[in-house]
T-cell receptor, first 114, second 113 residues
Framework: DAGVTQSPTHLIKTRGQHVTLRCSPISGHKSVSWYQQVLGQGPQFIFQYYEKEERGRGNFPDRFSARQFPNYSSELNVNALLLGDSALYLC?????????????FGAGTRLSVL | KQEVTQIPAALSVPEGENLVLNCSFTDSAIYNLQWFRQDPGKGLTSLLLIQSSQREQTSGRLNASLDKSSGRSTLYIAASQPGDSATYLCAVNGGSTLGRLYFGRGTQLTVWP
């Protein structure tokens, strides 16, 4: 069975541009969460979606938005990119709400903002 | 706000040693705690999940313990191997906000032959 898949694997953008990152959860998983990991730090929570509804949002500006589709895949959008947005963006899926179940992470999308 | 601290930040040991990695968290109102492994430039691999009602979990050479009241968890790695070299991350679920993982900065482990 396929694990959590993320695309693209790497991305280079310039300041002010917009980016869309994609995530496909493990088959049967209805919960998707997004995390940002800056080099040398632990991942920081951005969003969680469950059954296509937002269940939680971390301390990130409104330039960050996300959505979940009927097939439970998800997109993370970042507008007006800043140099500080350069990071590894991780997607995780789980069977139900995050409160009980193991989080399975994808390999991430490495975003570089120049 | 939940804060997670991992000690040590880095560890370098010869092959065969038994290791203990430490994790502490400030809010004991957690649902579970998860240990992850991260290889350079890669995503996270879940190693062990301990529910708040449990004291420990074991998988092969790995054993994780949880003392929720004192806000501590340890990951014990027996008979370390060079293939164990990676960054180990501790994450707690719950605390002040339901439904998100709070991560430490990780312990970077190097096991040399």
């Amino acid at each position: 069975d396929a694990g959590v898949t993320q695309s693209p694997t790497h991305l280079i953008k310039t300041r002010g541009q917009h980016v869309t990152l994609r995530c496909s959860p493990i088959s049967g998983h209805k919960s998707v969460s997004w995390y940002q990991q800056v080099l040398g730090q632990g991942p920081q929570f951005i969003f969680q979606y469950y059954e296509k509804e937002e269940r939680g949002r971390g301390n990130f500006p409104d330039r960050f938005s996300a959505r979940q589709f009927p097939n439970y895949s998800s997109e993370l959008n970042v507008n007006a990119l800043l140099l500080g947005d350069s990071a590894l963006y991780l997607c995780a899926s789980s069977l139900e709400g995050i409160d009980k179940n193991i989080q399975y992470f994808g390999a991430g999308t490495r975003l570089s903002v120049l | 706000k939940q804060e997670v601290t991992q000690i040590p930040a880095a560890l370098s040991v010869p092959e065969g040693e038994n290791l203990v990695l430490n994790c502490s968290f400030t809010d004991s109102a957690i649902y579970n705690l998860q240990w992850f492994r991260q290889d350079p430039g890669k995503g996270l691999t879940s190693l062990l999940l301990i529910q708040s009602s449990q004291r420990e979990q074991t998988s092969g050479r790995l054993n994780a313990s949880l003392d929720k009241s004192s806000g501590r968890s340890t990951l014990y790695i027996a008979a370390s191997q060079p293939g164990d070299s990676a960054t180990y991350l501790c994450a707690v679920n719950g605390g002040s906000t339901l439904g998100r993982l709070y991560f430490g900065r990780g312990t970077q482990l190097t096991v040399w032959p």
